[in-house]
């Protein structure tokens, strides 16, 4: 198991792993699922290769020893805080620690670079969600946003809105 940055080449298998967790009956097997308030894809490959170019953008990857992803999560700089994102691993596998290492990844990886602070938004309704990040410290911020998405990550099956957590590094 190694958890290292993504490259371009890994966007397709990224794409299918980051899509089976987050929507679909697939991604029912696992408990981090937005298929009940979410129609649609959260990514494809086009909107994914184009974040992925931002320079502030970095996607962490988690490996196993056939080397395959199993687990990934989306970092970008945004002045003096990290933002995370897409916090994703394989329904098959979720409930064994992996998130965690991640989450933990991620959290380094924003010391290394100097940044006081990693922020996150999270559905409202995702209360058990909500619940694993404020275990490992991350706290409201008080700010609510409202949920819109672009049409090519997703069909909202109800208005949605979500909290801004943070986290001091």
Known sequence: MAITPAKSSDIPEL???INSAYRGE????????EADLIDGTRTDIGSFTEELNDPAVTMLKNTDEDNKITGCVFLQKRGEKLYLGMLTVSPTLQAKGLGKQLLQAAEDFGREHGL???TMTVITKREELIAFYERRGYAKTGEVISFTIP???GIAKEPLEMYKLEKPL
């Open 116 to 118: 006081k602070c990693m």
């Open 151 to 153: 049409e090519h990550n």
């Open 15 to 17: 794409v299918d792993l």
């Open 26 to 33: 697939g991604a029912k097997r696992g408990w981090t699922t």
